[in-house]
């Protein structure tokens, strides 16, 4: 009597079946890009067209890249410095080549939001920031840029030192009403700029991609880690989580958001940064 081998051959092409799936889910993710430039920079691509950049100056910012559907590149808030922002330029002319556009948009006035300003307005890059992030640029930054050096002294390191005070920064060349909601147009795709009110600083804004849900909260949005607000003395605690409250209303359907430092998450990160202000607004 022979023996039924059909059950086997299924078992055979099932198995299979899920190397194959498996091998492809694999090579999907390992196809997504990543770049250290130095031990300092790197780059890494977190969706399809989406790469954080991760500069450490000494403590680690994020900035984004957004690719457009028209081939333009938004870029949201930059590396702390032009020598580290003109490596990521490289990057992007030598990878999408020279004809590319790229929009810089600035979400508020510290050395993490905008210190590399002056290397993309000296490559024609439109730089856009609101009139307050202008306002406190010239009122505020240099008496911030010496608080902040009273937390590089710990860490005895010279060379931040020095470029912390001697940091010259460059504005915005697009100004807006901090007050009106901005629309840029790509394409088909629109990039929203919206102000919710005082955060982390005054002047801190936020940016949504509605196309991939994307939402770079920057500096008012902390990471899951985070226990900590870090420096607020550009800020106002008291409003903090009532305008994050009004991000998260606006923008529930974000389903990766960005913080200011440390990795992306979703819409709670939102929740949590409220958390951790209530819990810290007293010290």
């Known amino acids: 009597m022979k023996k039924n081998k059909r059950p086997l051959i299924y078992l055979i092409l099932l198995v299979l079946s899920l190397f194959l799936i498996?091998?492809?889910?694999?090579t999907e993710s390992n196809n997504l890009i990543k770049v250290d430039f130095t031990d300092e920079l790197c780059l890494q691509e977190i969706s399809?067209?989406?790469f954080l950049i991760t500069h450490s100056y000494p403590w680690p910012g994020n900035s984004l890249l957004i690719r457009m559907?028209?081939?333009?590149?938004?870029?949201?808030?930059?590396p702390y410095t032009?020598?580290?922002t003109a490596c990521v330029l490289d990057w992007l002319y030598d990878t999408y080549g020279t004809e590319i556009k790229i929009t810089e948009i600035n979400t508020g006035f510290h050395i993490d939001n905008l210190g590399g300003n002056s290397e993309l307005i000296k490559n024609n890059i439109p730089v856009y920031g609101s009139q307050l992030t202008c306002e406190l640029l010239r009122t505020r930054s240099?008496?911030?840029m010496s608080e902040i050096q009273k937390w590089l002294v710990p860490l005895e390191d010279k060379?931040?030192?020095d470029k912390y005070a001697s940091f010259e920064f460059a504005e915005p060349t697009h100004i807006f009403d901090i007050n009106n909601e901005q629309i840029l147009n790509f394409g088909k795709e629109t990039v929203e700029i919206y102000y919710p009110g005082p955060t982390h600083t005054y002047d801190n804004i936020v940016v949504y991609v509605a196309s991939k849900k994307m939402l770079f909260g920057g500096c008012m949005v902390l990471s899951s880690d985070a226990e900590k607000l870090g420096f607020i003395k550009d800020g106002n605690v008291e409003e903090w989580?009532?305008?994050l409250g009004r991000v998260m209303e606006k923008y529930k359907n974000a389903e990766i958001v960005v913080p200011g430092h440390g990795n992306p998450g979703d819409i709670s990160l939102i929740e949590h940064t409220i958390t951790v202000i209530n819990e810290n607004k007293n010290n």
């Open 22 to 26: 498996t091998c492809s889910c694999e």
């Open 48 to 50: 399809k067209d989406a």
């Open 69 to 78: 559907d028209n081939s333009d590149f938004i870029w949201i808030d930059t």
């Open 82 to 84: 032009p020598e580290a």
């Open 142 to 144: 240099k008496e911030t």
């Open 159 to 161: 060379k931040y030192l």
């Open 241 to 243: 989580p009532l305008s």
